[in-house]
């Protein structure tokens, strides 16, 4: 029996959203410029001020002028005032090196509370911000994601991780 209107069954279509991306076990086995960018997000995670959540977060990016740029999470007593490493690295990227797409980025963290031995993801709202970032440079943002040891995820997009995304193009 139609516990819906029966039509709905004959026009509805199923799409499909799937990725592959690589994942390695440990930092040895990336390739020499992909390790030292890795290392450069773990060195960030010193420069991080998070107090409050005592989670930092470091970042860095291969620009496509050869340019090597970090970032940190910047937290603040007004908890929602903080930013994420990952927007801190392209408000600096964008403002140093405007419209210089970046190549890739690599993310890392520690903290006093949990082991950092598996990759961490960026949140949603970093998710929306590298979008764009790729969007308007066309350039995509290849990722690398990995703790202070272990496995290591590296995306060839950041793209990949927003499916369905709200973009620029809905405002033309
Ligand atoms: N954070 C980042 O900087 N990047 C992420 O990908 C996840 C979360 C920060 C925000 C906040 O300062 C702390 O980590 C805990 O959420």
Redesign the pocket.
């Known amino acids: 029996m139609c516990l819906v209107p029966c039509n709905a069954h004959h026009i509805m279509k199923e799409q499909k959203f799937e990725f592959s991306f690589d994942v390695y076990d440990n930092i040895d086995e990336l390739k020499e410029n992909d390790r030292d960018l890795l290392i450069t997000a773990r060195d960030a995670t010193e420069k991080s001020y998070?107090p409050y959540?005592n989670?930092h977060?470091g970042a860095a990016a291969k620009m496509a002028n050869g340019e090597i740029v970090s970032g940190s999470?910047q937290?603040n007593a007004s908890f929602p005032v903080?930013i994420?490493?990952?927007r801190v690295l392209l408000a600096s990227a964008s403002s140093h090196h405007p419209g210089v797409p970046i190549e890739t980025m690599a993310?890392s963290?520690q903290s006093k509370y949990m082991n950092s031995d598996h990759p961490?993801?960026?949140?949603g709202m970093?998710r929306q911000a590298l979008q764009e970032f790729e969007s308007r440079t066309t350039k995509p943002i290849r990722l690398i994601l990995g703790g202070m040891k272990g496995k290591i995820f590296v995306i060839a997009s950041a793209s990949l991780l927003l499916p369905l995304a709200f973009t620029s193009e809905e405002l033309k």
């Open positions: 998070a959540s989670f977060v999470n937290e903080g994420c490493a990952e993310i963290y961490i993801s960026p949140c970093c």
